[in-house]
């Protein structure tokens, strides 16, 4: 009697990305708890606790405002309101993907003894991230009635912008991620980059300072255009232009491919390394 032996054929395995997509999904529940527990370690010990989040930003457009309005004569109205409109979502874009580098590697005591999707310590970095930014747009609403800036329909835009941001966000750090594991030094030379990336931003100063020769080069700045799908409808009360809107669309969409697609690759060779 011919028996037929149960065999493993590779080439009917899922496609890697997907694989560790649908595991993402069967451990939802291990994300929310991921989440929980690093908004209570963050703000355990702070006296200020969630506050913090909230005056963070405000005291850091305050130090801003000062410095651009009298030092550099910035004039541009209502600048307490356009600096901070795009420093609550840069503050979490910058935050997200610092966290990614250093919650995979915390992670690894736990996904090294029974089995987990390595990309959801990323996914928490940006859960976690998100809960700050939308603590942050607290103050922001505030500032918002104290200087006399109405609050327009077009605010109703503003998840758009927050979402491909998060899409954006995640898949520089599924990259980082990795990196971070095999070396070292990319935590320091990714804090450096963001610091050149703060200031190469039209975040607090307006882009018509800049040489109308270098303005081109904003294009070429993937979170300008973010910058400003969420600014536009905040500071001036206007949906952004359906071009950028498309543009930034398929650039979230494409980061977060190629970061889903560079982790499922890497993922399987990462307990070995950390």
């Known amino acids: 009697m011919n028996q037929v032996s149960d065999f493993y054929d590779s080439a009917h395995r899922p496609s890697l990305m997907l694989e560790e997509l649908r595991a993402v999904w069967r451990y939802r529940d291990l994300l929310a708890q991921l989440i929980a527990r690093n908004l209570t370690v963050r703000y355990k010990r702070s006296i200020l606790g969630f506050a913090w ?9 305050t130090i801003l405002t000062l410095v651009f309005s009298n030092v550099f004569r ?4 209502h600048y307490a309101v356009y600096v901070l409109s795009a420093l609550v979502l840069w503050n979490f874009f910058a935050q997200a993907t610092s966290a ?9 005591g736990l996904f090294q003894r029974i ?3 390595r990309a ?8 976690t991230n998100l809960v ?13 009635l104290a200087t006399g800036v109405p609050f327009r329909p077009a605010l109703l835009f503003l998840p758009v912008p927050i979402g491909l941001t998060a899409l954006f966000a995640l898949g520089i750090g599924l990259v980082l991620a990795v990196l971070a594991v095999s070396f070292a030094d990319i935590v320091d030379i990714y804090q450096v980059a963001l610091t050149a990336w703060l200031y190469l931003t039209p975040i607090i100063y307006p882009p018509e300072i800049v040489p109308a ?29 359906f071009d950028l809107i498309v543009a930034m669309s398929a650039l979230a969409f494409g980061v977060v491919a190629f970061g889903w697609w560079f982790f499922a690759r890497n993922v399987d060779g990462l307990a070995y390394r950390i």
């Open 213 to 241: 020769q270098w303005r081109g080069l904003f294009a070429l700045n993937p979170l300008y255009g973010l910058l400003e799908l969420f600014r536009q409808p905040i500071y001036a009360g206007v949906l952004p232009a």
């Open 53 to 61: 989040t909230m005056l963070n930003p405000l005291l850091m457009m």
């Open 74 to 77: 910035v004039t541009l109205e």
């Open 120 to 127: 959801i310590f990323v996914l928490a970095a940006i859960g």
């Open 132 to 144: 700050n930014l939308l603590l942050a747009m607290i103050p922001l609403a505030v500032i918002m």
């Open 100 to 108: 990614a580098m250093s919650e995979l590697a915390w992670g690894s």
């Open 115 to 117: 089995y987990m999707p």
